[in-house]
Each structure stands twice: as structure tokens, then as C-alpha cells.
């Protein structure tokens, strides 16, 4: 799978800015995606989810955008504040590498820094 | 209400030494989820359990690693022989099943496993 190492995207948004963080997945037959918020010495934590006969699915100031055709998802974060500075993760459930179709695939993360 | 939980935060093992990871689902999850997260990236599938059956181990790196859930609630990852490139964080994840099938899934706080 693709890995950046160290050197995660990153995405520096003012405080109060509208924030979209983008996301290949893999697999096309993937049927659930989830978005996780992943802070510094914690474990991912759960955002938002949407299934794949959606397009689009909103929350509390989060709305997540789906384009199967493409194979892309985006997470939008309205009126972003400095407790959104995290690492974001997209994930599909199966993906790639084969095995259970219950696993998670993680997309490469995205950094979001939110200036004041 | 509890989340996820795993014991212990942090462990230093010195190359060659056994070390077992302790995993406490949501209670009532049926599913429960190991993944591996090296630094910078996303969490990596380890193995998968529904119940107290392993139905899926194909992300283990290699013989070394074992995990168990005797009881289908707490899971145990347990590493043999450690080597340098085990220093990972370990994730443990839990999961409702609606309809035969898992959807979100919750996640510990890791732990973070050094080799030395």
C-alpha cells in the first residue's frame, strides 16, 4: 500500500475556514467508508461513515462526498476550529491485500494544521 | 459509556523477549479488530476475530505473532522473539454486526511497542 513515512500531507487552514481533505480508495467493489480523526498519541476516532449507494452524507459540521466513478472521497469541515489539528485517515471496508472483507484499509493520512 | 480499551500504553522489549498485548472490546461487540501502525502511516489489518473465532490472520507478518479472544471478549496479540521492526503502535478495534456484516469500528488507544 502507499505510505508517505514522515512526511504526511498536509493541509494549513485559518481558523473559522471551510477545510476539504481528499482521498483515493482502492478498491471499487468497496461498499462502506469511514473517515477517522487520528490526534497525537491517541487511536483513530470515528467521524463520519457513508455507504456506497450514498454520494453524499452530512453530520455535525462535517459533510463526507463520495465519487465512486472515480474512486474518491472527500471530508469537508465547516467553520474549522483548533481542535480539528489532526491527522485524518479515509478508510474502505476490504480494500486491497486480499482477506476478510470485514477489515478496514487505511488511505494515506492527511495533516491538518489550523492557524489562528 | 467505555470505550475501547488496551493494556499495556507503553512497552519496551529488548530484541529476542516474548510480549503480549492486552485488548478490552466495547462490551457486546462481536467483532474485534488488530492493526499495526508504524510511524507517519495508516493502521495496517493484522487479524480478525468474530467471537472467540479467528476468521482471519492473513495480515500477521509472520509466525511470531499470535493473537487469541478464548473467551469472544478480551483478545491478547502476543509477539514472540521480538526484532526491531515489531516497534510499531498496535491498535485494537471493536465492532457491532448489523446483518452480518461489521461497519464502524472503534478504536483503542494503542500501544506503542519499542524494541530495543
Known amino acids: 500500500g502507499e505510505s508517505v513515512g514522515l512526511h504526511l500531507p498536509t493541509l494549513s487552514v485559518q481558523e473559522g475556514d471551510n477545510s476539504i481533505i481528499n482521498c483515493a480508495y482502492s478498491n471499487s467493489a468497496s461498499d462502506y467508508f469511514i473517515w477517522y480523526k487520528q490526534e497525537s498519541g491517541k487511536g483513530p476516532q470515528f467521524i463520519i461513515d457513508?455507504?456506497?449507494?450514498?454520494d453524499k452524507r452530512q453530520g455535525q459540521r462535517v459533510t463526507v462526498l463520495l465519487n465512486k466513478t472515480v474512486k474518491h472521497l472527500s471530508l469537508q469541515i465547516a467553520a474549522t476550529q483548533p481542535g480539528d489539528s489532526a491527522v485524518y485517515f479515509c478508510a474502505e471496508r476490504g480494500g486491497r491485500g486480499g482477506g476478510t472483507a470485514s477489515k478496514l484499509t487505511f488511505g494515506t493520512g492527511t495533516r491538518l494544521q489550523v492557524t489562528l | 459509556g467505555a470505550g475501547v480499551s488496551q493494556s499495556p500504553r507503553y512497552k519496551v522489549a529488548k530484541r529476542g523477549q516474548d510480549v503480549a498485548l492486552r485488548c478490552d472490546p466495547i462490551s457486546g461487540h462481536v467483532s474485534l479488530f488488530w492493526y499495526q501502525q508504524a510511524l507517519g502511516q495508516g493502521p495496517e489489518f493484522l487479524t480478525y476475530f468474530q467471537n472467540e473465532a479467528q476468521l482471519d490472520k492473513s495480515g500477521l507478518p509472520s509466525d511470531r505473532f499470535f493473537a487469541e479472544r478464548p473467551e469472544g471478549s478480551v483478545s491478547t496479540l502476543k509477539i514472540q522473539r521480538t526484532q526491531q521492526e515489531d516497534s510499531a503502535v498496535y491498535l485494537c478495534?471493536?465492532?457491532?454486526?448489523?446483518?452480518?456484516?461489521?461497519?464502524?469500528?472503534?478504536f483503542g488507544p494503542g500501544t506503542r511497542l519499542t524494541v530495543t
Open positions: 478495534a471493536s465492532s457491532p454486526t448489523r446483518d452480518g456484516k461489521t461497519y464502524e469500528q472503534y
Open positions: 457513508i455507504r456506497s449507494n450514498m
